[in-house]
Each structure stands twice: as C-alpha cells, then as structure tokens.
C-alpha cells in the first residue's frame, strides 16, 4: 500500500500534473485507491483542506476510507514515532515539535503500522532543525520513495490529449 503525502499532491496540482492538464493522473490516483493499491491519512487530508481550492474540493470529494484515520495499531506506531522524534539526540526540540505538529508524523505511523510504502517529495537531510519523513522513515524502518519511482514501478502512463484529439507517435 502507498501512503501519498501532502506535498504529492500540492506539487502535481503545481505542476504539469495538474487537475486541468493531467486529469487522467487524478484518475489513476483514485483507481488506485479502489483497487487497495494507494491511500493516504487524514492528517494529509487536513493540509490539503486549508487552502480551499480545486485540489481541496477534489480530495474531499474522494470517497470515505482514502484518508485513513488512526486506529489502535496506528496510535501505538504514533506513540513510538512521538517518542523517536522527542527523544532524539540529532534534531533541535522545534524540530521535533514542528514535525508532530504536521501530517509527517502521521504518515510515518501509517506507514509502520500497516507496512505500507510512504511516498513523497521530500529528500533525507543531515540538518538539525527539521525532521523530514525520510529520516523519520529511515530511522523507524519505513519503506519511502519519491512519487516518480511508485509511477514508474506501477508502470502508470498517461495519454496526452490535444483538444479533442489524442495525440501519438
């Protein structure tokens, strides 16, 4: 199970992915999900709602059970990624607080407890002052990759449509 983070979806909504450009994107993201390939949390769902747009009006239009809410495994897995992040020695304490206060801590527990891949933009870092979810994800052995690498694993391609007619070669 991929578990999609927030910045997945705002970049694909910034980019040559967007709503308009690549609607068969959003698509496949929601035949993914439908077949139990693909979700992501709530708290994610929470980012994407503040900002009161089409990517917003899109996610919470998505059919209930995309966003996965904690259950009893997920809190436990959230306790120990609360734990790590507090407790460890490398990272300032805003760095931990900043980290729990975001939908990265929850997606790292998803991650764990369901043994799910976590996709996202983010990179490793060896700063201090932020916890990005593949150090969080390397240290409490998640599995991460970047949303290029589930694509070309799922082996997804999109048509390119011009107008009405579709384009080839």
């Known amino acids: 199970m991929y578990l999609l983070d927030a910045n997945v979806f705002i970049s694909a ?10 609607p068969a994107f ?5 035949q993914a999900h439908a077949s139990g390939q693909l979700s992501s949390v709530d708290a994610v769902l929470g980012e994407l709602s503040v900002f009161n747009d089409d990517l917003s009006r899109w996610a919470n239009a998505l059919p209930g059970g995309f966003f996965r809410r ?14 790590w992040a507090n407790n460890h020695q490398h990272y300032h304490p805003l760095a931990a607080h900043e ?4 939908a990265d801590s929850a997606l790292v527990a998803h991650g764990a407890a369901t043994r799910g891949t976590v996709v996202t933009f983010d990179t490793p870092s060896k700063k201090q002052d932020r916890i990005k979810v593949p150090d969080a994800c390397r240290e ?22 011009h107008g009405a007619t579709l384009l080839t070669r």
């Open 26 to 30: 959003w698509t496949w993201i929601e």
């Open 140 to 161: 409490l052995g998640v599995k991460w990759i970047h949303p290029h690498q589930m694509l070309k694993a799922e082996r997804v391609t999109f048509p390119v449509q």
């Open 99 to 102: 980290f729990l206060r975001v």
């Open 70 to 83: 904690n259950d009893l495994f997920t809190a436990a897995e959230l306790a120990k990624v609360t734990f």
């Open 13 to 22: 909504k910034k980019g040559f992915l967007s709503l308009s450009l690549a």
